[in-house]
């Protein structure tokens, strides 16, 4: 077993672990602040680890026909006992390792080699069922539970899963297949879901083929993830890429996702039930972010946001072949609200529809949810953007008996695909816009050059200011 330490650890601690488990050897590394071998990796994360042991170290074997499931939840359960004394990183080495799904610990980083592959299991008894998240009420494919995420948490504090752009396979084609086929009693896993968790980063790793959402962050704070690529066919089912669902403090940037639905998917629980858990979805940043989704949004906020959905800004997209930029969906029954959204920066190439905004996306959990819940949409703002070969420019469709209010367009050029068509479809909403071609809608009142752009906040996010260390895998590990 190899085991590196920090050599500020003391003696009596060496004495006493080498007793507890019965090692009769320990191989101690030097921390960041001693001397480093030459040969050893380095990767940028928000913490380091003082131990490090490989899967293999666990009985682990990268065939891709191994089960590795009791491998990895060993080595993770053995290394939760260092939390206090500078944290555990599990290494995965190349191969190929099967594995049903397994929870992390605290303190901990899952590093990837680039030539490491976790593949999901085709065995459904691999995925064992949990109940609803209680923002939801039920699975939202079936009433009732779900099936277990592919790599889960709860509960944790700092937890990282990164790598050399390794890659995580879920194998969904087996999970798309059963859906389609009306085959499945209970709601498909995503392919990495932390939950009631604070401080995590999810970075440089390739996720390809999930079962139904690809990284799923909620009910937790403190959250990042940056330098994923996310890839699935285009025609996969809920197959979104990223979705924080009511969580505080969200940094998601430099990230590549083809997907078969959104490729950022904002949300805050459905209906009664989110209404009565009551997390919004706060402080979101969206940066530096390139998406393919031909039958879905770049950026959806919904249509589950009965908690709420409150200041999430989005600069600097590239959007291709997707059926629009920025979608907002609700309707009756979903309460909560969409507050102080700002989008800019945005270039778009073949869109359906740039912004798309509806009142009436009408699925329910069940049959008790409340007709007067109704939802708040306002103070909406983009600007900055270009867009070519655009079927409609806007379909903003409020809530008669709430209109979309506060919305502002301004510096946008859409280059329309057929000119004939109409560009703008709008009703119940209410809001300004200013150079903006094709001309907006009458409910999106021409204001002159005087009335300045539409705002983006200038302030930072607290989750702007975390910081990256430059941390070292040993040696026998690089």
Known sequence: MELHRNLKSSKILQISLILVLGFSSLRISECRKHRILESSKSYSSTNCRAYTTSLTDFGGIGDGVTSNTKAFQRAIDYLSQFGSYGGGLLYVPPGKWLTGSFNLTSYFTLYLHKDAVIMGSQDMNDWPLIDPLPSYGRGRDEPGGRYSSLIMGSNLTDVVITGDNGTIDGQGAMWWQKFRNKELNYTRGYLIEIMFS?????????????????????????????????????????????????????????????????????????????????????????????????????????????????????????????????????????????????????????????????????????????????????????????????????????????????????????????????????????????????????????????????????????????????????????
């Open 198 to 478: 604070d401080q995590i980063l999810i970075s440089n790793l390739t996720l390809v083929n999930s079962p139904n959402w690809n990284v799923h962050p909620v009910y937790s704070s403190n959250v990042i993830v940056k330098g994923i690529t996310i890839l699935a066919p285009v025609k996969s089912p809920n197959t979104d890429g990223i979705n924080p669902d009511s969580c505080t403090n969200v940094r998601i940037e430099d990230c590549y996702i083809v997907s078969g639905d959104d490729c950022i998917a904002i949300k805050s629980g459905w209906d009664e039930y989110g209404i009565a858990f009551g997390m919004p979805t706060r402080h979101v940043i969206i940066r530096r972010l390139t998406c393919i989704s031909p039958s879905s949004a770049v950026i959806a906020l919904g249509s589950e946001m009965s908690g709420g959905i409150q200041d999430v800004r989005a600069e600097d997209i590239t959007a291709i072949n997707s059926e629009s930029g920025v979608r907002i969906k609700t309707s009756i029954g979903r309460g909560g609200f969409v507050k102080d959204i700002y989008a800019k920066g945005f270039k778009m190439y073949t869109m359906k529809y740039v912004f798309w905004m509806t009142g009436n996306y009408g699925d329910h959990p069940d049959a008790n949810w409340d007709p007067k819940a109704i939802p708040v949409i306002d103070r909406i703002s983009y600007s900055d953007m270009t867009a070519e070969n655009v079927t409609m420019a806007g379909r903003l469709l409020g809530i008669q008996t709430a209109p979309f209010t506060g919305i502002c367009i301004s510096n946008v050029a859409i280059q329309m695909a057929n000119a004939t068509k109409l560009a703008w479809n709008c009703s119940d909403i209410q809001g300004v816009s200013s150079f903006v071609s094709p001309q907006p809608c009458d409910s999106l009142l021409d204001q002159d050059s005087e009335s300045g752009p539409c705002p983006y906040p200038t302030d930072r996010l607290s989750i702007d200011d975390v910081e990256f260390k430059e941390c070292f895998l040993p040696s026998t590990h690089a």
